[in-house]
């Protein structure tokens, strides 16, 4: 495969991200990063770009204008990856996929249902890729349970419980530094903080892991931080196509807990247990109380999920090979497009984002009106 170009906005000076979506990239070494508009202030995207070795005349004031040069070239880039903070993720997804260029996009997709239906149409009239990163869903165990799930070897499923909890915002007076600023301002992240934050991924692990879709939620959403004005602990109950139901927790006032999503999925043959921070192992339990462990790198993993592992068990992969999976399948599939061969997509999409933005504005609409069922 020839290697592609990408660019890259956001990502600047002191940010979080954007220098782990280029480590990720960088793992498979199919892409190069070329320009980027690494921050709105253009001193600090030169910097960025300098100590990328990035072509100064590659590096942006505005994405607009970034997305209308590379565009233009000859030899512009392949596709975009967009950091910002979610309120300029609409934005500047339009006027890259407007431009003809590929997207990957950090979640969430965006802050309203009607941006992300624009943005799915665009794809589609514009025959794009498009990439949303839900990075722990590139984890090999998470494909495993997706496809294990996928054969009905779990049978009907009956109920899920799914959590996000994190602690870092729990203190009073404090904001959590820049990360921390704008998704507690509703100028910044859309009127939710901690569901559209960490929400969204417990959404997309169980609708990937499972394949369910929401029919109806009712939330619960709470603002327990004196001074917060968005919410910081979210209590939803599921109710699935089909008849399955779950919980959903998410929370940022749990002292002790980093990253710790967590999904349980009980079937009619068994249940799965796996918790992110221990992302090598999952646990299954079959019908007859069985437990089994199973470790990425040994056998009993799916095929097609054990493909994306790297190295031998025991030597330890996690969160950066798993954004790294997500960047190996879209930069395959932008690859092969290229090129005019078929490709598979085996990653979350701008439809799965979509997804993400319509259960994270149902919750909304529930907790307005007295935390009562809403549909999807
Ligand atoms: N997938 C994950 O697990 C995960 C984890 C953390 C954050 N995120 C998402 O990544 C995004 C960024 O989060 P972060 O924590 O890195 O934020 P951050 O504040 O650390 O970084 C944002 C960067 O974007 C730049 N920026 C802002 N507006 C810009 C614009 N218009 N043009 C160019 N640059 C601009 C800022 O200068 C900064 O460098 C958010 O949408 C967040 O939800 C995803």
């Not at 990239?25 to 990063?33: F, S």
């Not at 598979?344 to 439809?351: A, C, G, L, M, R």
């Amino acid at each position: 495969m020839k290697k592609l170009t990408y660019g890259m906005v956001g990502g600047g000076p002191g940010s979080f991200i954007g220098d782990a979506h280029r480590k990720s990239i960088n793992i498979d070494g199919m892409a190069t990063l070329v320009a980027g508009c690494f921050s709105r202030t253009p001193e600090k995207c030169r910097q960025t770009g300098a100590e990328l070795g990035i072509d100064p005349d590659r590096c942006y004031a505005s994405f607009e204008e970034m997305a209308k040069a590379e565009a233009a070239r000859p030899d512009g880039i392949d596709f975009v990856v967009v950091v910002t903070p979610n309120v300029s993720h609409y934005p500047v997804c339009k006027a890259f996929l407007e431009a003809g260029i590929n997207v990957s996009c950090d979640k969430p997709l965006c802050l309203t249902v009607e941006e992300g239906e624009a943005l799915v149409k665009l794809a589609k009239e514009k025959n794009l890729l498009f990439l949303v990163t839900y990075t722990y869903m590139g984890h090999v165990t998470a494909k495993h349970i997706r496809k294990f799930i996928a054969d009905g070897k779990l049978g009907k499923i009956r109920t899920v419980q799914a959590e996000y909890p994190q602690g870092w915002l729990a203190y009073e007076g404090e904001w959590g530094g820049k990360q921390g600023e704008w998704r507690c301002d509703p100028k910044q992240s859309g009127g939710v903080n901690c569901l559209g934050d960490l929400g969204t991924h417990v959404e997309n692990a169980v609708s990937r892991m499972t394949g369910l879709k929401i029919k109806r939620v009712l939330a619960r959403m709470d603002k327990l931080v004196p001074g917060r004005v968005l919410d910081d602990n979210d209590m939803v109950l599921v109710e699935y196509e089909g008849g399955a139901v779950g919980t959903y927790w998410t929370s940022q006032v749990a002292i002790g807990h980093d990253n710790d999503l967590r999904v349980r999925i009980y079937g009619e043959n068994g249940s799965i247990l796996w918790k992110q921070e221990e992302c090598e192992k999952v646990i299954m339990i079959s019908r007859d109380g069985t437990i089994v462990e199973r470790h990425r790198g040994n056998g009993g993993i799916e095929d097609c999920a054990a493909a994306y592992g790297r190295l031998p068990s025991g030597h330890t992969e996690g969160w950066l090979e798993s954004m790294g999976n997500l960047y190996k399948s879209f930069i395959t599939c932008v690859a092969a497009k290229k090129e005019g061969k078929p490709y598979e997509i085996d990653y979350p999409t701008v439809e799965d984002g979509l997804e993400g933005v319509k259960f994270v504005h149902a919750c909304l609409k529930s907790n307005e009106q007295g935390s009562v069922w809403v549909d999807l």
